[in-house]
């Protein structure tokens, strides 16, 4: 498996927010087109998939980094921390979104179900379905959770831009404009809850997360194949760390054995591991036969 390319994960994050400026454009045109509450909501959330750009593109940039005397694991967590800070930007535009929405209940506004500008949102939202698509699906192969996070985000922001169009266009139709105002709300509310599960996310990267079930049953029987010669592996433990994947275990061995065999049962084992598991730090503790506990791998 080739290892993921940062200058890829960096040009994405440039790339998103080259298309968040330009939707953030568009959908200012149509809110001012129309003088909707809610398209002016829909077009908040959309410099907050500026800002999250931004802070993607820094905290990429920063990842990539190699590992240095003050950090000696690397940068791969800042990735982590950025969407943190994305998540909490969010909840502070919800709060405004709400404010707003609010206000325009109480003193409902008038609005024109402009054309052009209903168009314009359209053509912003169809932009946006499918750079998140190309984040998600590119930011899960690079195992960047910045990207992914960014894409999940603009994912949510096409559900509820299409929710918003299609009220719109109701309250045009009925003359109900209050309905614009709900419409905002529901706005908040939905990138509220964005917000909430980025910041979730991001809190359970940086506990150290084990991988998956599914690598993690990959890592096992590649110790268990590729140590001949020893005798079980045990404790074995995983964490993600951004691209990073984190694997420390303990290897018995017979207690004669010469330490330049057991080093090379190690060699033998970091490299298959390194093969199938891009970006792998390894960490193996070697232990004689009397350290045996009967209860992790055994090599077959």
């Avoid at 509450?37 to 800002?51: I, P, R």
């Avoid at 017979?254 to 490299?271: F, K, L, N, Y």
Wanted: aromatic share 6%; net charge neutral; proline share 3%.
């Amino acid at each position: 498996m080739p290892a993921p390319s940062p200058s890829i994960v960096t040009r994405l994050a440039y790339g998103s927010l080259a298309v968040g400026l330009a939707v953030l454009a568009l959908k200012a045109y149509a809110a001012w087109a129309t003088g909707s509450l809610a398209l002016f909501s829909d077009a908040l959330e959309s410099v907050v998939n500026v800002v999250t750009a931004i802070v993607a593109l820094v905290a990429v940039r920063l990842a990539a980094k190699p590992a240095d005397a003050s950090l000696p694991y690397g940068y791969h967590k800042a990735e982590y921390f950025s969407a943190v800070v994305i998540g909490i930007f969010i909840a502070v535009t919800a709060l405004v979104i709400f404010n707003e929405a609010y206000q325009g209940f109480v003193a409902p506004r008038a609005f024109r179900a402009d054309p052009t500008g209903l168009g314009v949102s359209v053509a912003a939202t169809v932009i946006n379905a499918a750079w998140a698509y190309a984040l998600v699906r590119l930011g899960r192969r690079e195992r960047s959770p910045a990207l992914v996070a960014d894409g999940k985000h603009l994912a949510t922001d096409v559900v509820s831009t299409a929710g918003v169009l299609i009220g719109v266009l109701l309250a045009a139709a009925t003359g109900w404009a209050q309905l614009d105002a709900i419409l905002a709300a529901l706005v908040g509310v939905t990138i509220l809850w964005s917000g909430w599960q980025l910041i979730k996310q991001s809190v359970i990267g940086l506990m150290d997360v084990a991988v998956d079930l599914r690598k993690l049953a990959l890592i096992r029987e590649l110790i268990s194949s590729n140590a001949d010669g020893a005798i079980e592996a045990h404790d074995i433990r995983t964490r993600q760390a951004g691209r990073m994947t984190f694997v420390d275990f303990h290897l018995v061995v017979p207690g004669a054995m010469s330490v330049e065999a057991a080093h090379a049962i190690c060699d033998r084992i970091e490299g298959k591991l390194r093969d199938a598991v891009a970006d792998a730090q390894i960490t193996i503790h070697v232990e004689p036969e009397n350290k045996a506990k009967h209860s992790g791998i055994v090599v077959v």
